[in-house]
C-alpha cells in the first residue's frame, strides 16, 4: 500500500505523527508537505493527494487541517474520492468497512496526536467490508459519471 499525506499549517504536527506511524507499519507514503513554519491554503493540498489517490499511483490519502472539515470538503470534489472525517476509531473502521473510504481527514484543533495515531492505525488496517456496501459504494460512483 502506497499512501498520500499532506496538511496545512493547521495540522503540521499530527502529519508528522502519522509519518512515524508509517514507517513503524513499514507502509510508503509520499510526504506532500506542507513546510514547517508555513502558512497556506487546504485545498493547494489536499486536491493533489487526492488526485495522486484518484488516479491510482497512490492507494490511500491521509489529510490534517485545524478541523479536517476543509481538507475534507476539497479532496471529495474529486472524482473517486470517498474522504471520511473521523474523529473517533468506531467511525474508523465503519468508514473503511462500509464506505471504503480512500482518503482519511482529521483535525489537529479537535483531537490530539495519540488519539489521530490510533485512529489511522485503524483506518489503514481495515478492509472494505463488500457485500451489501458494494451497491451503496456503487451509487456514489454512478452518480459521479453522470
Ligand atoms: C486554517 O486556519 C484552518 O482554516 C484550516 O486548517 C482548516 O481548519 C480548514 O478547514
Redesign the pocket.
Known amino acids: 500500500m502506497k499512501v498520500a499525506i499532506a496538511s ?4 503540521i504536527n499530527i502529519r508528522k505523527e502519522i509519518l512515524q506511524l508509517m514507517e513503524e507499519m513499514n507502509i510508503e507514503y509520499e510526504d506532500m508537505g506542507c513546510e514547517d513554519g508555513c502558512s497556506v491554503d ?1 485545498p493547494d493540498y489536499a486536491i493533489p493527494v487526492a488526485e495522486k489517490v484518484a488516479s491510482g499511483e497512490c492507494d490511500r490519502g491521509i489529510l490534517v ?7 475534507s470538503i476539497a479532496a471529495n470534489k474529486v472524482k473517486g474520492i470517498r474522504c471520511a472525517l473521523v474523529h473517533d476509531v468506531f467511525s474508523a473502521k465503519a468508514t473503511r468497512l462500509h464506505n471504503d473510504s480512500n482518503v482519511l481527514a482529521m ?1 489537529e ?1 479537535v483531537i490530539g496526536p495519540g488519539l489521530a495515531r490510533e485512529i489511522a492505525k485503524v483506518w489503514l488496517e481495515t478492509d472494505f467490508e463488500g457485500g451489501r456496501h458494494e451497491n451503496r459504494v456503487r451509487k456514489i460512483t454512478d452518480y459521479e459519471s453522470r
Open positions: 496545512d499549517h493547521g495540522g487546504y487541517c485545524g478541523t479536517g472539515i476543509g481538507m483535525g484543533r
